[in-house]
């Protein structure tokens, strides 16, 4: 990228402007005025250059360089990398769900995979060494990924919303119908949000809710967000699903695509998530 600053990072016009590296390491990459991604400020200390490193390593289609052949190893030793609690970020994008986070959550009665990440071996290692994977929840159509290699990897069983099985998801074990929530565990509630797409679903864990592409948080961690510009199915569904959530208690906002957010209180998230229905109703 020709806004690269100059140093030993770079970024190439391969990027598709997924989010990964400014996820993993928001000091030194940055948006270009065309969207992509490309090396705002070189790193400046051995922590920066680590998570740069693991930006490099997780980055969907290799669009991310060095100038010289810089060990990768500790960067591939801290993913997946924990998040809160018991939740961790996989890393390791894949290209074809566009770059899209995939999280796991280790807990005592088997750990859950949210979406699909690379099937990298070294991630694979890492996920067995926490416990591997029961359950990989798979949000909607778009970010299923290497979700065959994974079973295979671990036995696990998928889930998935009935409205939004393809061909390439036929043999998903699991199917949610319906827009009730679904209880998979004590502590695991899957809740239909049609809107980006027709099946898409959210899990509840806990404090936790992971959206798929239906709501995210903006870059800064200040607000939640959601776009009319990425709704495939149904801006009304959209906005009723959106609504629907309100009856749910839980602090953090973990997406496919787009940042984290993570709010003081659930009564803090009820009054945002208020606000996202709003300005949703008057874009109609």
Not at 167 to 184: C, M
Not at 186 to 206: F, M, N
Request: a negative charge; one cysteine or more; hydrophobic letters at 40%.
């Amino acid at each position: 990228m020709p806004e690269n600053v100059a140093g030993e990072f770079f970024v190439d016009q391969a990027c598709i402007d997924c989010d990964t590296c400014r996820i993993l390491a928001p000091l030194t990459f940055g948006w270009t005025d065309s969207g992509k991604s490309f090396v705002e400020r070189q790193p400046d200390s051995a922590a920066e250059r680590h998570r740069a490193l693991m930006a490099l390593v997780s980055c969907p289609t290799a669009a991310i360089g060095t100038e010289h052949k810089l060990r990768v190893d500790a960067a591939v030793a801290s993913l997946p990398e924990r998040i809160d609690g018991g939740v961790y970020y996989c890393g390791y994008a894949s290209e074809s769900s566009f770059g899209a986070s995939s999280y796991l959550i280790v807990r005592p009665s088997g750990n859950v995979m949210i979406d699909s990440p690379r099937a990298s071996k070294p991630l694979i290692k890492r996920v067995e060494a926490l416990g591997g994977v029961r359950l990989l929840f798979l949000t909607h159509r778009d970010d299923v990924a290497d979700h065959e290699r994974w079973v295979r990897a671990f036995g696990c069983e998928r889930v998935m919303h009935k409205r939004d099985v393809s061909h390439e998801t036929r043999n998903v074990e699991r199917i949610v119908d319906g827009e009730s929530p679904t209880r998979l565990d004590h502590d695991l509630v899957v809740i239909p949000v049609p809107g980006h797409t027709r099946g898409s679903a959210a899990l509840l864990h806990d404090r936790y809710l992971f959206t798929g592409d239906h709501l995210w948080g903006t870059p800064d961690g200040s607000e939640l967000s959601v776009s009319r510009s990425v709704c495939w199915y149904s801006w009304a569904a959209q906005t009723r699903s959106m609504s629907r959530l309100l009856d749910f208690d839980f602090e953090w906002v973990l997406p496919g695509h787009g940042f984290r957010y993570q709010a003081p209180s659930s009564t803090a998230m009820k009054a945002e998530l208020q606000r996202v229905v709003e300005r949703m109703r008057a874009n109609r």
